[in-house]
């Protein structure tokens, strides 16, 4: 394998060796890159001798000779290859560019860009064009609207991880702002805020029947993060399929692409809105909506193929020490590998992702929860369930039904069935509408089944 444009080789990591002009070209470049030592340039694999000082190293000099800071945005890895021992650098693009050398400030001498399979001094004119368009909504520039913060829960999560907080760890991960005030990833982290992530449920296919909500919140963001893992845990129930070889089980969504979808919704929410992620529980799907559009310089192609541009570089640090994620641009592969790129869709101020329930698995679950509870279903609404077929406008079911008077026939079947969530408007918006019908929600579709399964 030869070098290309998003990969690089070097020998060993030396003192003369400029590897900080290496990090810097591939956090300019749109698609970030890898940087392998024990690599030649021929491609050849020589080893690295001491991996654990060598990352060390690499580490040090990343962190302490590079602006704006790109933490957050490399990660570091020993691999296997050819019976050697090497290590692996992945650069994410950074949204902050231009990165540059801090000794040689916003210069051709400290800027630098991708070219082919080599690291160009970046234009004066491109540098003053870039950093004119930085972000300038980054929470890490954000000043907190409280500055009494204490953050006990964020230490004891370093502390679980083996990890201590000295007592410069507000510098060390960027809870501060450039004249020393705590900014909003301070404020999302800490003991105490006004962040609350919301896990409602609901009945019905649309938004009408809410049953449970939920709020996880008022806390450092990582605790927020593991009550709405637990909840969903919980909520993906395993629904199982005896065959005559074996018994199947198999949970609503898949749980490496729940964890991921979740993660990342969380750690890339676009903050600055004041609008946390939300997750909404229906009975054929669950959907998970994260405020902000992809970063400018991202396109969908690029995203699908696993480019990472972190929205919040301070989070996803963090996030990484105490384990919540486990490398850069690896949580969308997982999702599209269990549900495809038709699962998200994007809109100018937020990105969706639906991961659905199959249909087996919705009428198998809650026909179990629905088989025991049949007899306190009132005998209309199992009247009206069994007819409906379909979509069935009204004037059809209450013939089918043979009840001629309308006002009744909607108080005592219609009405009781959609507020129950056994049915529901073809056009929820629309409730008047000549063109209305009904039709079964998963909830009356489980229903119907074991009222034909107990005949």
Known sequence: M????????????????????????????????????GIDKDGSTVGVSDVDDCMLRLKDRIKHNISPSAMGLFDIAEEEKDG?????????????????????????????????????PMPQEQIDRLFAMRTRNSIGRIVSNRQDLSFEQLRIYYDERGKRLNDNFKRTLELLTDDGKYNYVAYLLADENGNSIKVAKYSSLDRCDLVENNEYGYCSLIKATKSVLSKLDIENKVAATI??????????????????????????????????????????????TSAGRLPESLTREEFFNGISIPRNKELMRIYRDVELVESLGSGIPRILRAYGEDCFKFTDNFIRITLPIS?????????????????????????????????????????????????????????????????????????????????????????????????
């Open 2 to 37: 030869t070098e290309t444009n998003r990969i690089e080789y070097k020998r060993e990591l030396t003192p003369e060796l400029d590897i900080e002009k290496e990090v810097v070209a591939f956090l300019n470049y749109k698609e970030g890159g890898y940087i392998y030592i």
């Open 84 to 120: 050697h021992s090497i290590i692996k650098v992945t650069v994410a693009s950074g949204i902050e560019k231009p990165y540059f050398k801090t000794k040689y400030g916003m210069t051709p001498r400290g800027a630098y860009m991708r070219v082919g399979t080599s690291a160009e």
């Open 243 to 288: 065959t005559p070889m074996e018994r199947i089980e198999t949970p609503l969504w898949n749980k490496v692409a729940l964890r991921e979808a979740v993660i990342n919704a969380i750690v890339h929410n676009d903050y600055s809105f004041e609008v946390p992620p939300k997750f909404e529980i229906f009975p054929d799907r669950l959907e998970i």
């Open 359 to 455: 249909a087996h698995d919705t009428a198998h679950d809650t026909a179990h929860d629905t088989a025991h509870d049949v007899g306190s279903v009132s005998k209309a609404i199992r009247t009206i369930v069994t007819c409906i077929e379909g979509e069935v406008d009204r004037d059809t079911l209450q013939s089918l039904i043979g009840i001629k008077h309308r006002t009744y026939f909607r108080s005592t079947y219609i009405k009781p069935a959609l507020e129950e969530g056994y049915i529901e408007f073809t056009l929820p918006n629309e409730k008047r509408s000549k063109l209305q019908k009904y039709r079964l929600t998963a909830k009356g579709i489980a229903l119907k089944n074991s009222l034909t399964s107990n005949k």
